[in-house]
């Protein structure tokens, strides 16, 4: 991979007295990491790394974060500078192909996109099968997870032009699929995709319009749910990325290794958190409430988290949830809802837990979920959506890893190993001579 250097050895000695050399790797930024590859066969040790917590899986060059710094930078481009600057589907190109495009190249990626956005129309008959309260995230995964049955032929991976197509379509089919999802669940008929409009607008209509009349598209919601999307395109190798190469390493089909991802991004410790902010705000109800539940927090009893706050890699604030804290109140505002209890209960959350030691101890900030769930509620979004918005986003965060994965020289197929602490050998007893 570029950027990699020899940052020499580091040396490891055991308690029984071996001791090994082993080669210290640098980067272009962050951490040095000690390549451990050669460990086992010189000391028949493994490591031991619950949650993955200090362990590269793999090398890239699309993504960085430095977590102390609050710092998240695609391609070497500040994210604050992409979501000011440029729009959804060029820093897709970006986060695709290491470059922002020129203007030609731009524009045939968005057509690329724009003309692969309709699904099969039997497709529409899976969604059918579903009972209407089912989630869509739930719905989500099974109907990507079902593109493998339709795209059989994305099944050489190996082919760089199979792999550009069914990157084409992942990104395109998505947001249909998203909406679909949505229609879906309220009982209305699925609206087609419009090719006159671009990425946000186009998901906008397919979300809320319907046949008996026109829909106002507005420009200010667009803007700022490719906004959204683009915070949430790629974030390196978070829990639902690592799954998606995970998946991808065993050669399986890119539509299954993305509903894996999909599946990974439902949990509430992971994507499902943008929802449960909201769930947790309208539970708080009014400022005078955040003491109480502040308390509850705190209490190791009571297993309540602050959603929206904490994050695995970012001991600072999120880069992403400054963005968006300064697009929520021009969202409103644009939106005629300037007034909104639930933003006004999360501004004043955040300062209580900003000053709170307990928070502050433990280097605890609002993470991207924080506050995009306040802009996507003001939109007309349902609560229930917002993690499948997430997913939306990230497709191209995955599918851009995974093709990475596939030209890595160095991929191998994903197969941890482990420390077995289950009974020694013994011998089998019969059932009639158990006591
Ligand atoms: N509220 C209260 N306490 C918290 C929170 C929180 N949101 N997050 C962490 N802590 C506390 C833990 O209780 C622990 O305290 P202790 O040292 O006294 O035991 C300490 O902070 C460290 O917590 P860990 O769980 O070890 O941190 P980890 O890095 O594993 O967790 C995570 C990160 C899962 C994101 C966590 O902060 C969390 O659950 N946050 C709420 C859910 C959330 O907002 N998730 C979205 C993440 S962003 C994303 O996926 C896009």
Redesign the pocket.
């Known amino acids: 991979m570029s950027g990699r250097t020899n940052g020499g050895t580091a040396r490891l000695e055991t308690a029984g007295g071996t001791s090994v050399d082993l080669p210290v790797l640098k980067g272009t930024l962050g951490p040095d990491v000690i390549d451990i590859r050669k460990l086992y066969a010189g000391t028949g040790l493994f490591t031991y790394d619950p949650g993955f917590t200090s362990t590269a899986a793999c090398s890239s060059t699309i993504t960085f974060i430095d977590g102390d710094e609050g710092v998240l930078l695609h391609r070497g481009y500040s994210i604050e500078e992409l979501a000011q600057q440029s729009d959804y589907l060029e820093v897709c190109y970006l986060i695709l192909n290491g470059e922002l495009p020129t203007s030609a190249q731009k524009a045939k990626f968005v057509h690329d996109i724009t003309y692969h956005t309709m699904v099969h129309d039997q497709i529409q008959y899976l969604f059918r099968g579903f009972r209407r309260d089912a989630h869509p995230m739930a719905v989500m995964i099974a109907v990507v997870g079902a593109l493998s049955a339709f795209y059989y032929e994305d099944l050489d991976v190996d082919d760089p032009h199979n792999r550009m197509v069914a990157t084409h379509r992942l990104i395109a089919k998505i947001p249909t699929i998203a909406a679909m999802a949505y229609k879906y669940s309220i009982g209305q008929p699925f609206v087609y995709p419009r090719n006159d409009l671009d990425y946000a607008s186009n998901f906008l209509n397919m979300m809320f319009s319907v046949p008996c009349e026109p829909y106002r598209l507005n420009a200010v919601m667009a803007k700022a749910l490719d906004r959204i999307f683009i915070l949430h395109a790629d974030h390196e190798q ?1 829990a639902s990325t690592s799954t998606v190469r995970l998946v991808g390493s065993t050669g399986a089909s890119p539509y299954a290794a993305i509903a894996a991802g999909i599946a990974s991004l439902w949990g ?4 499902g ?1 943008n929802e449960a902010v909201l769930t947790m705000l309208r539970e708080i109800g009014s400022p005078s409430n955040i003491k109480d539940f502040l308390a509850k ?1 705190k209490d190791k009893d009571s297993h309540q ?8 890699v970012y001991r600072n604030y999120d880069p992403r949830a400054a963005v968006l804290k300064e697009s929520a109140d021009a969202v409103l505002a644009e939106l005629g809802r300037r007034e909104n209890p639930l933003l006004d209960i999360a501004r004043e959350l955040e300062t209580i837990a900003l000053n709170d030691d307990y928070f502050i101890k ?1 280097k ?1 900030f609002p ?3 924080f506050y995009s769930g306040i802009i996507l509620e003001a939109m007309g979004i349902p609560s229930k959506m917002f993690t499948a918005i997430f997913a939306l986003a990230r497709t191209v965060g995955w599918i851009a890893q995974w093709n990475e994965m596939i030209e890595d020289p160095e991929q191998k197929i994903g197969r941890p190993r482990q420390l077995y602490t289950g009974p020694a050998r013994r011998t089998f007893v019969p059932l009639d001579q158990r006591g």
Do not use: K, Q, S
């Open positions: 978070n509430p410790a992971h994507g958190a927090v988290r602050l959603m929206g706050f904490g994050h695995r433990r605890l993470n991207v979920d």
